[in-house]
């Protein structure tokens, strides 16, 4: 089975901080994907990457970087967290028509 | 206007009847579409796939129907462990793929 891995289920941090959210993912994925999920809103992406150091922007970037350096990690940053940030992160990973999640990270801003 | 819209329900229904959700999408280019189910506080997976002839997998039925760009989930004798929130799903242009906010399925004993 394809194995995605959140570093964190829940986290907790101020606004201003520099947060990173880690994805790992053990099935040698070349696409993976950060989202955020939101109470009436779905899914939305914020970026993909398709291969080492290759990104793109989703449909919601804006305050937030990637970082993929190996194949198997793609971690999400938020530059300067702020409270519009508080939300529900789900990174996955792609092959074969499949989008395979991890268990999300529960991010709260205060 | 949404890319993809769903009926955020909740649908109620008691256990062994049957139930069917749509989801419609406004993008014609669309070219794979899906299912997944989303238990509470945890990740979706993959349900099925939905295919141009419909298919079929177990008490589950997905439908296609491109000229009124919709998708349809049908599901028989209704189980409580089929209680959780359905997900549709569209992929345009390779590897972008819309999601449907959701539709919440209580099954009742």
């Known amino acids: 089975d394809v194995k995605v891995t959140q570093s964190s289920r829940y986290l907790v941090k101020r606004t201003g901080e520099k947060v990173f959210l880690e994805c790992v993912q053990d099935m040698d994925h070349e696409n993976m994907f950060w989202y955020r999920q939101d109470p009436g809103l779905g899914l939305r992406l914020?970026?993909?990457s398709y291969d080492?150091?290759?990104?793109?922007?989703?449909?919601i970037p804006e305050g937030y970087s990637v970082s993929r350096e190996k194949?198997?990690?793609?971690s999400l940053i938020l530059e300067s967290a702020s409270t519009n940030q508080t939300s529900m992160y789900l990174c996955a990973s792609h092959a074969d028509?499949?989008?395979?999640?991890?268990?999300?990270t529960q991010l709260s801003v205060l | 206007r949404k890319e993809v819209e769903q009926d955020p329900g909740p649908f109620n229904v008691p256990e062994g009847a049957t139930v069917a959700f749509n989801c419609t999408y406004s993008n014609s280019a669309s070219q794979s579409f899906f299912w997944y189910r989303q238990d509470?506080?945890?990740?979706?997976?993959?349900?099925?796939?939905?295919?141009?002839?419909g298919n079929?997998?177990?008490r589950f039925t997905a439908q296609l129907n491109r000229a009124s760009q919709y998708i349809s989930l049908l599901i028989r004798d209704s189980k409580l462990s089929?209680?959780?929130?359905y997900l549709c799903v569209f992929e345009y242009n390779f590897?972008?793929?819309?999601?449907?906010?959701?539709?919440?399925?209580?099954v009742k004993p």
């Open chain 1, 52 to 59: 080492v150091k290759m990104k793109e922007k989703g449909d």
């Open chain 1, 71 to 74: 194949k198997e990690r793609f």
């Open chain 2, 95 to 106: 590897n972008k793929f819309y999601f449907g906010s959701g539709t919440k399925l209580n």
């Open chain 2, 82 to 85: 089929d209680s959780a929130t």
């Open chain 2, 40 to 53: 509470c506080r945890k990740e979706p997976k993959l349900l099925m796939s939905v295919y141009s002839s």
């Open chain 1, 97 to 104: 028509e499949k989008l395979f999640f991890g268990s999300g």
């Open chain 2, 56 to 58: 079929e997998d177990g």
């Open chain 1, 46 to 48: 914020i970026y993909f």
